[in-house]
């Protein structure tokens, strides 16, 4: 079935249109549809009604030319035909038919519909052979010429429905015609066939396209008045137009909302602008006046009227026409209702110096006083271990805290004092007169010991620590070197990280020597970020051997790092940096690679009667916090060949400490994949039996510490031997670190130590170094020697 044209559809996205270009398009079609259908049927009941009269009339002209015999049945069919029309018409247009029948089947009825009237008044075309009356022959063309056209005029509004019904009605006519053979009579045939084609086929399709351009263009106009509208109400923004011809004022949706006025046209401008507050009206008047005196083309302002629901802040923008005489032909107006913004700006202004949680003074304050008033010394505090309570107890908890930290300060600071809180646990203090060291060592003192204080929050007894900074400026022999307030901020800042490396819970003054370190740490940093970009690292391995035959069973793997102008630099040094730095996660990935690759190679060129060695990697605890190191242990076997049951993974006992069970379920994960767990440095740490018995270790690594008076004091080699009794009692595996003589050697085998790595078995070496030392070792076993 042939569709009438559908006017185009504006598929075009916009952020006030979610629906999307095919929706739209579809949703246009739907609509066009219908007012269609509609079109047809509102104009089917005359149309049937002048046909049913047109029908009478031909069969009382025919009456005397055609038998009855024809005539009547075919009025009657007719007759039934078009009230049957009328029945579906009135379905139609009483609304049952629309909302129960789809489109679809409308268009298709219409279209059968149509078809039998056509066949119906078609076989009023055989008549013309039935008659040789020139009246009723006449009549016969100019009855179906006048039905074709009232068809036309009435119910054309779908396309296709006249086609089928002109060729239908005109077609037995025009078949008469031509199979008659005189000219003339071929003329009229022709004519008629003609007269269809102008008629029934192409002027309700130039119809058609019209129609459907115009409503094509009705609908984008609406939409666009629609979006506009939408527009004004999302952005709070209306807009007023001034006519000087007709005095009017044309008002926008969004502009009779602003300023509660029903009607969208005012007889004079003046209802609009009274609506400003008293008090601002008369500057307002002025303005306009003003800029209309200067010809200006635009004019700016805030302003405040009585809305509907009280007083609202606008801003105002206008814009000026002028003739040729230099008189305001229209005015345009902008108005955004504001208040809201307004609302927030001096709420900004109120809270843009003060702490909304604590009521301190905020970053921002604090910075402003510490530019604008004079400052003796700077006090930057850090409660310790603040994050451990955000995680455990929950933000809320922590926000609490925070209020009871800074009731603290105000507690034990005088009024002329600054305090502070910068942001997360971060507080600060300034002095602003004039105070000696020993009464700054006083305030610290006081400060560390109020915010050590336990704090009861909800049944829980909370324990938190401050650290303290101290900056000086011209104090005696304190540094006085800080005369600008950044540099007393970074100062204080510094001796603050300080007071928090040596141990927490407590107070640090600057000092040059802090400057230094501080900066020294900061070329560390550097210069382990650039070494590991340039390769300056590499993998030691120390040899583990068994005790009881001095087989090397293994190794521990230990970073090296020759830098380029320092040369070696110790672990101690650079480990801790990259520890607090975060590169110790990019470094450890790396180890583990490399010591998977050498594992991997190793052990597959032992012999098949040899066991494996197991390589020992150290895990830093940075590791297991907010990384995926069971993903990092996976793409390093994978990548390497390596078998899980060739590492052994070296942990502290400082990682044991955490409660909130991260650690605890990445060392499951990492047993479950098949690799070996150690804790290394045991005694020197927080040692619990719990531990051992909560998390999946296996060896227990004795630390050096212990070994070197193992054989002269008492106190050493009893640690030891209680140590080798609970890994026994345990069944946990054992090895002794750092074992230098025969004679410490010899104290482990008798207390049944299973392994044992140190300089008297082999230092460090490169990989090189140790793969000769497998060769040479591959013959029988031997006893070490020094």
Known sequence: MKRPPRPPANTTATPDMPTTGAGAAADAAATWDTLLLLSHYQHTPQAVLSGMALSVLITAVLWQAVAHTVLLPWLACVETLMGMRLLVARYFLRGGGQTQWSRQRWFWLTQGQTALSGLGWGTLGLFYALTDDPVSRTAVVMTLMGACAGSAALIGSIQ???????????????????????????????????YVYLVMVKGPSRISRAMASQHADRCDRDRLVARLEDAERV?????????RSTRITTLSAEAQRQFGLAQAMVPHVRMVWNRVVASDRARVLQLSAEAVRQQLQELRFDTTIHGPFGLHDLRVVQRFDYDTRGLVAQTMTTTQDITELKATQRELHTLAFQDVLTGLVNRAGFTQRLHERPVQAVLMLDLDHFKYVNDTLGHATGDRLLVMMAQRLGTCLRSQDTVARLGGDEFAVLIHDAVDHEQLDRIARRLVEALSAPCRIDDHDIFVSASVGIAVRGCGDLDTSATDPDTLMQQADTALFA????????????????????????????DLRRGLSERQFSVHFQPKVALADGRIVGAEALLRWHHPERGHVSPEDFIPVAEDSGLIVAIGAWVLRDACAAAADWNRARAADQPPLCIAVNLSPRQFLNHDLIGTVTTALARTGCRPEWIELEITE???????????ETLDGLRAMGLTLAIDDFGTGHSALSYLTKYPISTLKIDKSFMRDITTRRDKAGVVRAIISMGHSLQLGLVAEGVETEEQACFLREQGCELAQGWLYGRPMPRLDFTALLLARA???HMPTT
């Open 160 to 194: 296709g429905t006249l086609s089928i019904f002109g060729v239908l009605a005109m077609g037995p006519l025009v078949a008469v015609l031509l199979s008659r053979g005189a000219l003339a009579h071929t003329y009229m045939g022709l004519a008629l066939m003609y």
């Open 654 to 664: 400082r990682l044991l400490l955490d409660e909130r069970g991260q650690a605890g």
């Open 499 to 526: 007071a928090k490396a040596s141990g927490r819970s407590r107070h640090q003054f600057h000092s040059e020597d802090l400057s230094q370190r501080t900066r020294d740490r900061v070329t560390m940093e550097a």
């Open 235 to 243: 952005g709070q923004m209306g807009h007023l137009i001034w006519d």
């Open 779 to 781: 013959a029988p076993a």
